[in-house]
């Protein structure tokens, strides 16, 4: 069974921190492209980035760019997503979801690319 699972998230400051961590299972991680995605109260689901998990080139929303880092940990089969300067616009469940590497594809950052999900997890960020 293909599960992804995050955590790390919670309640932040303005300025803090924060890293979330998603674990994939039940999948060839090494053939999968990991993204993160995030929805606002009201608003529509954006990417936040992506990581190729063969050759790990990364790519980053430019609402992200200096702020998010994407890395990656192929012998737990984790992708991580570490979250700086956070502003209170960052709120938002956060979600991360793979994309067979195989598969063609037009726009990592598109979610209609990829093919499982995590079930999300809260980031709130007080002003």
């Known amino acids: 069974e293909v599960q992804l699972v995050e955590s790390g998230g919670g309640l932040v400051q303005a300025g803090g921190s924060m890293r979330l961590s998603c674990v994939a299972s039940g999948f060839r991680f090494d053939a999968y492209i990991i993204g993160w995605f995030r929805q606002a109260p009201g608003k529509e689901r954006e990417g936040v980035g992506s990581i190729d998990s063969v050759d790990e080139k990364i790519y980053y929303a430019d609402s992200v760019k200096g702020r998010f880092t994407i890395s990656i940990d192929n012998a737990k089969n984790t992708v991580y997503l570490q979250l700086n300067s956070l502003k209170p616009e960052d709120t938002a469940v956060y979600y991360c979801?793979?994309?067979?590497?195989?598969?063609?594809?037009?726009?990592?950052?598109?979610?209609?690319?990829?093919?499982?999900w995590g079930q999300g997890i809260q980031v709130t960020v007080s002003s």
């Open positions: 979801a793979a994309l067979n590497y195989l598969d063609e594809y037009a726009d990592l950052l598109d979610q209609d690319e990829y093919d499982y």
